[in-house]
């Protein structure tokens, strides 16, 4: 005999549906914090935004004649962060906030800071920093909420994985340069 897993009942759930319509997405059962989330993710946001203007300073400003594959590298990872940056701004949303876009107070609130670096190495070096700051951060967050916003943990573990990527080739590219660049 199979016991039936211990599911809301049907009635019940077609009823909850009905209530706080004006919530949207966030029904009776959503267990995190909603109000700390949504200051975790505006942070996020600004982190991720942060490193859209780093990595576009330096694909701008990249010269030297290892430079011009690394640029590609550089324009790339800013397009990916501006995607985060989205996908966290859309959460913060449903979740019922209000994504924080202020430019006054963006570095203030990115836990990576805005470092121009002036060679290429410097460049590379002090986005891998970054991406190292975002990964350990966005461990943080995801063990923080645990099992009681997976659709938010989910989010943050699909850009953790790109953060990995970006940490992962940009350590591969500082190993590939004269240190002198």
Request: glycine residues 4%; negative net charge.
């Amino acid at each position: 005999m199979h016991n039936k897993p211990h599911l809301t009942d049907v009635k019940t759930l077609r009823s909850d549906a009905r209530k706080h319509l004006e919530q949207g997405a966030v029904t009776a059962d959503y267990s995190a914090d909603r109000e700390a989330v949504i200051i975790l993710l505006n942070e996020a946001l600004a982190t991720e935004l942060v490193c859209v203007l780093r990595y576009r300073r330096h694909y701008f400003m990249a010269r030297g004649i290892h430079a011009r594959g690394i640029t590609a590298e550089f324009l790339a990872h800013s397009n990916e962060e501006l995607v985060h940056a989205d996908l966290l701004a859309a959460r913060i949303v449903q979740l019922g906030g209000e994504p924080d876009f202020a430019p006054d107070s963006l570095t203030g609130r990115s836990h990576a800071q805005y470092m121009p670096g002036t060679t290429l190495v410097d460049m590379i070096r002090e986005d891998l920093v970054a991406e190292r700051v975002a990964i350990t951060s966005y461990r943080d967050m995801i063990r923080y909420l645990g099992h009681d916003d997976p659709t938010t943990s989910d989010i943050l573990k699909g850009i953790l994985a790109v953060e990995e990527e970006h940490a992962d080739e940009l350590a591969d590219l500082l190993q590939d340069l004269p240190q002198s660049e």
